[in-house]
């Protein structure tokens, strides 16, 4: 079924000429790259099973308002391979003239194919792998592409040996990781250094109810290295959002228990989601917008990845833009509620 508020999906497809004017972007560290403080995320709801037209509609939807980036891995679906491919049908039908506009990624380092070539950070995955998902996106390259987590038995040079020959080879412009911690990101940064492929990006987990970054000096480590960060998870799986403001709704993911354990939405953390809600509405937001500020309140942190299963979460998303500033007591009313918050999710992980 055709999206209620994108009728013209049969047509073809003409950009809103007006897609960067209300869009803010931020330079990616030190680079000459520029993103935008939204990056829309491929991972669950585009998996090959739901509405394709819906999907092709938040995809339209976002690039006419200024999100230039969209973030793939390897195995986003399910089934595995599932998100390149819905996204490289979209790109054939509606993005292919707006190429240089866009800016695409994709990562590989978690289950892939059976076998001892498909998992991990060896450069015979690696190469592997991007040579696959170009195929599926139907891309000659893609702009950067991250390896996903740190492998602990494969020698730290031959990941990153990997992501500079994918670069030479001109299958990717950047290169970046994701879940690294902080001594392995430093570690990956200068090694990529000395071959001449500098990291252009960071990919960590970062919200009001994770904090590692902070605690654990990450942001001093990417500055210094001239990186540019991009948050994923700022809603915590929706646990920062509007919906469990009332329990648990079905389809959700604490329902499907899927990436969100449903003995995590008690009266509790309920609780805990509903006075941050109310400082929200305070400042005039919704859960999800403060949540998504918050994450962009250091400029360290280039950009906010968020997922999204409709048009219309992505246009409350759009407007954080609004808002994006807190006074020194809303952070303390909002550090108020979230430390009890994440000591509570500490004892139930």
């Not at 394709?52 to 006419?64: H, K, P, S, V």
């Not at 506009?101 to 060896?122: H, R, V």
């Not at 403060?290 to 407007?319: H, P, Y």
Request: hydrophobic content about 35%.
């Amino acid at each position: 079924m055709i999206d209620a508020h994108h009728p013209s999906l049969t047509s073809v497809y003409a950009a809103d000429p007006a897609r960067y004017d209300n869009m803010i972007y931020r330079r990616c560290g030190k680079s000459g790259v520029q993103l935008p403080i939204l990056t829309l995320g491929l991972w669950h709801n585009f998996d090959g099973y739901k509405s394709f037209e819906t999907d092709r509609a938040m995809i339209r939807y976002a690039f006419d308002h200024g999100i230039t980036h969209f973030d793939i891995a390897n195995n986003y679906g399910p089934p595995y391979g599932a998100a390149e491919r819905v996204f490289g049908q979209i790109y054939e039908q509606d993005l292919k003239p707006y190429r240089d506009e866009l800016f695409i990624s994709t990562k590989a380092g978690y289950d892939m194919w059976p076998g001892p070539y498909g998992d991990y950070g060896s450069k015979k995955y690696l190469v592997a792998s991007l040579n696959q998902s170009l195929k599926r996106m139907g891309l000659d390259y893609v702009d950067v592409f991250y390896h996903h987590r740190p492998d602990p038995e494969t020698p730290l040079e031959e990941t990153m040996g990997a992501l500079d020959f994918l670069v030479r080879q001109g299958k990717a412009l950047y290169v970046g990781i994701s879940n690294y911690p902080t001594d392995l990101t430093k570690k990956a940064a200068e090694i990529l250094r000395e071959l001449g492929t500098p990291c252009l990006i960071h990919q960590p987990s970062y919200s009001i109810l994770n904090r590692w970054t902070e605690t654990d000096h990450l942001f001093d480590i990417t500055a210094e290295y001239g990186m540019g960060t991009i948050a994923f998870a700022p809603l915590q799986h929706g646990l920062l959002s509007s919906r469990y403001l009332n329990g648990i709704p079905e389809g959700s993911r604490a329902s499907l228990d899927r990436h969100l354990k449903k003995d995590l939405i008690t009266d509790e953390s309920i609780g805990y989601i509903r006075q941050l809600n109310s400082i929200a509405i305070e400042r005039g937001q919704t859960l999800s917008q403060m949540a998504l500020a918050w994450v962009l309140k250091d400029n360290r942190v280039t950009s906010a990845l968020f997922g999204a299963s409709n048009v219309e979460q992505i246009a409350e998303n759009l407007r954080v833009m609004e808002n994006l500033s807190f006074t020194a007591e809303e952070l303390q009313e909002i550090d108020a509620v979230a430390n009890p918050f994440m000591e509570f999710l500490k004892r139930h992980s």
